[in-house]
């Protein structure tokens, strides 16, 4: 048996190139007859439409069980299309069956990559004591490599130690049931990849928004036939070139023969995708020749173009290649390209190659060594055909499924990877592939520190409320308060995260409030900012509210919006007051004399604030809590910008925290009770 043989070398098969991404047509009623299955399974197989054909035997095979060599296919044809748990129910009671000789390798394949590791070792073995054949040595070897990946694979599944890796599974606006692959990130908050749209792969463009990401559209400036396939894109660094890879028949039926192209940037969008000259998309006499996966750097001068391709003179299977041209002259072309050489290349697959220049440090994917279970992620140092040994990346990055496709994003504390492992109720098949984020933990966590001054004096001021709000890009509650706390002696500090926009507040009775606003989205270090509040001048004459109209209860039936009534907006940058112009109001009593007002005391849910009209989308989360009681609104000025807060409104703490709880558990998560005396807002709490 051969080591290709041994590989499957599934590569071609597993969507390196978009265009195998074609769908079968099911027939309006799926046969029933053994001999109909057999027959529409095996023209299934023909198309390369195998996902489709494994089923129709699995049926065949429950219409006549003795025909075990029709499930003998079957789970090799759900262990292609990486259904590992269905491969495995077929192998399991056909494993000593000696005319499959091949069985206990195929099954212990499945076992390796849907992660049941301990049991596939001992299937390894069996299947190694019990091979014959003339390249017994050779295929030793590779046995050694799958025991020593599923080793590695225990060790790291039983580590205690807590990774400081955060992994995230995208959103469905970019994850589909199709293979969602290739992300390329354009700054920090921008990703295009590759997907099928309408039955042909393209690119699409997705930006996150907060932390969600929206939902991702075909890139339309790309000059690039509708009809046509096309994916696996990357920029050049200055942006002036967009490669891709592009596929087209071959003489033979049903082959697809794959090459880079790439579009130049000019003044009036892209051009069409120009095919890069046969140096790169050599093919020679093999008409399936694949030639793909670009990652372009630039050094000086020089384009430096890395790429997959199984072209001749390779170590064997799909290998990573590279070649340069002259930055000088816009239209020279790539040199000779240069085999990286036996310390990466295998003779297995390396693909989806990433060269981040800061670390000079070569990501990729290989099957061609020890994995934890298929196509597994690993980095070396160096550059030409001087590199170090390839280090597996371990959890969480590499599971038991394939895993691939890793850059990392412009701020270089996280990226993407592609994976078709399983996530929970996300993620139930491991047949396509999904694009799941990181970010590096030990690097997350920032500093905002600083003092605060009574500007009249320049002495630290006492006893002064901080509180630190996130920004938000959407409409949906563009201020989210995350914390606030008293400067018992004038300094504050705060935690925050990068790539996210923020807002500090310093206030206290008798001084104006101050803010600042800042982002950590362009650096990683921490910020100080110190706040200078001036005394308030009297000024009695001056207005104390704004009134705002809003829908009364009667409208509110008409439109179907929820009642929110017209209130006293109050305008917290002129309605503080100094001591010296606060004064307390008084009433008459039978004796003559007069007694203070008692103070009154209310505690109000501050829902969200928006800086716009009322959306849609705020409007739908008021309907949810319109029984909790009416809404009120005040008006807060924040570094410049004029923010409406609604809120609901009780006379005690725990009828406001009552209610907190009820609104909470109807999706308005970041609520919190604010205490008001006298009208006056004084506390926040979360």
């Known amino acids: 048996m051969s080591y290709k043989a041994i590989a499957f070398n599934l590569i071609l098969s597993i969507f390196i190139t978009p265009s195998v991404w074609t769908q079968s047509t099911l027939a309006p009623e799926p046969p029933k007859n053994y001999k109909q299955l057999i027959r529409l399974a095996e023209k299934y197989v023909e198309q390369g439409h195998i996902s489709d054909a494994a089923p129709l035997l699995e049926t065949a095979y429950q219409l006549k069980p003795q025909k075990t060599e029709v499930a003998y296919q079957a789970a090799l044809l759900y262990l292609k299309s990486r259904e590992y748990r269905k491969a495995i129910n077929l192998f399991r009671p056909l494993v000593n069956e000696k005319k499959y000789p091949d069985i206990h390798f195929e099954f212990a394949q499945a076992l390796q990559q849907a992660g049941e590791w301990d049991e596939a070792i001992p299937e390894y073995l069996i299947y190694l004591n019990q091979y014959t054949g003339n390249d017994r040595e050779q295929v030793t070897e590779k046995i050694e490599d799958f025991i020593a990946g599923c080793s590695l694979a225990i060790r790291q599944s039983d580590s205690t130690k807590t990774s400081n890796i955060i992994v995230g599974h995208l959103n469905e606006n970019i994850n589909t049931q199709e293979n969602d692959i290739a992300p390329v990130p354009f700054g920090d908050d921008v990703l295009y990849f590759t997907t099928r749209w309408n039955d042909v792969a393209k690119i699409l463009r997705s930006q996150q928004v907060g932390s969600d990401w929206m939902q991702a559209e075909p890139l339309k400036s790309l000059n690039v036939p509708t009809a046509n396939s096309i994916g696996n894109g990357t920029f050049a660094p200055d942006g002036s070139r967009f490669y891709c890879t592009m596929c087209q028949e071959t003489a033979k039926k049903k082959k697809k023969s794959c090459g880079i192209y790439y579009l130049k940037r000019t003044k009036d969008g892209w051009t069409a995708p120009i095919r890069l000259s046969e140096r790169i998309n050599y093919t020679g006499t093999n008409e399936d020749g694949m030639t793909t996966h670009p990652y372009v750097i630039h050094k000086g001068n020089s384009e430096i173009l890395f790429f997959v391709s199984n072209r001749k003179g390779g170590k064997g299977g799909m290998d990573i290649w590279l070649s340069a041209r002259s930055r000088s002259n816009e239209n020279s072309e790539f040199d000779s390209p240069m085999n990286l050489g036996s310390i990466i290349n295998t003779e297995g697959d390396e693909v989806t190659p990433y060269y981040n220049e800061d670390e000079q440090t070569l990501y990729f994917a290989s099957n061609g060594r020890a994995t934890m279970g298929g196509l597994d992620i690993f980095k070396s140092q160096g550059s030409g055909q001087h590199w170090t040994s390839p280090q597996n990346m371990g959890v969480p990055f590499n599971s038991s499924a394939d895993d691939w496709y890793f850059v990392k994003n412009k701020s270089q504390i996280g990226g993407f990877f592609v994976s078709n492992r399983l996530v929970g109720i996300e993620k139930i098949t491991s047949k396509d592939d999904d694009i799941f984020s990181f970010t590096v933990n030990n690097r997350i966590e920032l500093l905002v520190l600083g003092r605060v001054f009574d500007k009249q004096t320049s002495s630290l001021l006492e006893n002064a409320r901080l509180s630190l709000y996130e920004i938000r890009a959407t409409n949906d509650d563009n201020l989210r308060l995350l914390s606030s706390s008293v400067s018992r002696e004038g300094t504050y500090q705060f935690t925050v995260l ?39 001048i009297p000024a009695p004459a001056l207005s104390m509210e704004v009134y705002g109209q809003y829908p009364t209860p009667t409208d509110a039936k008409k439109d179907g919006k929820p009642k929110v009534r017209s209130v006293a907006l109050k305008t917290e940058t002129i309605h503080k007051e100094t001591e010296s112009v606060k004064t307390k109001k008084t009433e008459t009593v039978p004796t003559g004399k007069t007694k203070p007002v008692k103070e009154t005391v209310q505690y109000k849910i501050q829902l969200f604030a928006y800086e716009s009209d009322l959306d849609k989308v705020n409007t739908k989360k008021l309907k949810k809590v319109e029984d909790l009681g009416d809404f009120d609104t005040e008006i807060a000025q924040i570094n410049g910008k004029r923010y409406t807060r609604i809120l609901l409104t009780y006379n005690t703490y725990e009828a406001a925290l009552s209610a907190l709880q009820k609104v909470k558990s109807r999706s308005l998560t970041d609520a919190f009770i604010v205490r008001y005396e006298n009208g006056k807002r004084i506390n926040k709490s979360k």
């Not at 996210?500 to 990683?524: C, I, M, P, R, V």
Request: charged share 35%; no cysteine.
């Open 498 to 536: 990068p790539q996210k926009s923020y807002a500090l507040e310093a206030e206290k009775d008798g001084f104006q409030a101050s803010h600042k606003t800042f982002s950590t989205k362009d650096s990683l270090k921490n910020d100080m900012f110190d706040f200078f509040l001036e005394r308030y």
